[in-house]
């Protein structure tokens, strides 16, 4: 059967597979039937290019940001490459950062549907890079940052000694880790830094596109939520940890489309995204915590040291 030219993209020219290596997909009783198309067509490519893989099925993990099994964990210590099919994110795990540091080149891609992958998997990546390390270079040393948007977020927070990384698509390079489909620019803000008021009106893990989410910071952590879904998140943040700000991220895909898939909407070009929660995959990342939330804010203003970089979801 011919290779199905999304996935020869990921594995040729994402990920950079090589003769002699090893691949692992992990998927789960819910994404199973995907996990499944990745691994017949990554077995057809193996024959030409010379790798071997495997395929593991889980049970679908608590939320993004929960640890899989041990005996995954461990099984993740032992290939060169891997690609994760599940419904959660796994990328803010200790077992996905210790396979990273035993060199596995990595992509995330939770909750991934095939109309994603066609529409965003077959992106000019290239030019995704080059779009990043534009925005990179602009935002990178800078201290205070300031978000507005017309439906009231006004957020102030700090990223002093905090350097924000290129999540371009393209991990060729040993242990390196990001999401498909990528596409930004993203970084941990100083925990006790975050004041001011967050609308989310774009949607937020784990509940999909929300008309608006109102979160309040104090000294870095929610101290009120209003609006979709409150309840509900409300009692995923149990702890101090749980409720502190994790990241800051800026959309570099133009490709990616509002689908309620926080995967994808969080790279649509002129977007930014908060999350709370797990920051510690981030340079000077100290906040340790068993979830990682993204919302995403549509058409902000984004300001840094006084530099407005983007205005109303236009790059500047």
């Known amino acids: 059967m011919p290779v199905d030219k999304a996935v020869r993209n990921i594995l040729e020219n994402c ?3 090589m003769n ?15 996990g499944f198309f990745f691994y017949e067509n990554a077995s057809v490519l193996s024959k030409d290019i010379g790798f071997t893989v495997d395929l593991e099925i889980i049970e679908p993990t608590a939320t993004d940001g929960a640890e899989p099994p041990k005996e ?3 099984l993740m210590k032992m290939y060169d ?24 080149r990595i992509a995330s891609m939770p909750g991934i549907t095939k ?3 066609k529409r965003t998997l077959m992106a000019d990546y290239n030019k995704v890079a080059e779009l990043t390390e534009k925005f990179a270079k602009n935002i990178d040393g800078k201290n205070k940052i300031h978000i507005r948007t017309k439906k009231g977020t006004d957020l102030m927070l700090s990223m002093k000694n905090r350097s924000f990384e290129q999540d371009n698509g393209i991990y060729v390079d040993e242990g390196s880790c990001g999401n ?43 101290v009120s939520i209003v609006g979709d ?6 009692k995923y943040l149990k702890t101090d940890n749980d409720r502190t700000i994790a990241e800051l991220g800026i959309g570099t895909n133009m490709n990616a489309k509002l689908t309620g898939n926080v995967l994808e909407d969080e790279k649509i070009l002129g977007t930014i995204h908060i999350a709370i929660g797990d920051n510690t995959s981030y340079p000077g990342g100290k ?30």
Do not use: Y
């Open 15 to 17: 990920m950079g597979i």
């Open 20 to 34: 002699g290596e090893k691949l692992l997909i992990i998927a789960d009783t819910k994404t199973q039937k995907l």
């Open 72 to 74: 995954v964990a461990d």
């Open 81 to 104: 490459i891997e690609l994760f099919l599940t419904s959660n994110s796994m990328t803010h795990t200790d077992a996905r950062r210790n396979a990273s540091r035993n060199g596995a």
């Open 115 to 117: 109309e994603m992958i």
């Open 180 to 222: 498909l489909p990528a596409g930004e620019v993203c970084g941990a803000p100083v925990e006790n830094s975050a004041n001011g008021t967050l609308v989310i009106d774009g949607s937020m893990a784990p509940f999909g596109k929300v008309k608006e989410i109102k979160l309040k910071f104090k000294d870095g952590k929610v």
């Open 229 to 234: 879904h409150s309840e509900e998140l409300s």
């Open 287 to 316: 906040n340790k915590s068993s979830i990682h939330f993204d919302g995403v804010v549509l058409e902000p203003t984004l300001l840094a040291d006084g530099l407005c970089l983007i205005k109303h979801g236009k790059w500047l």
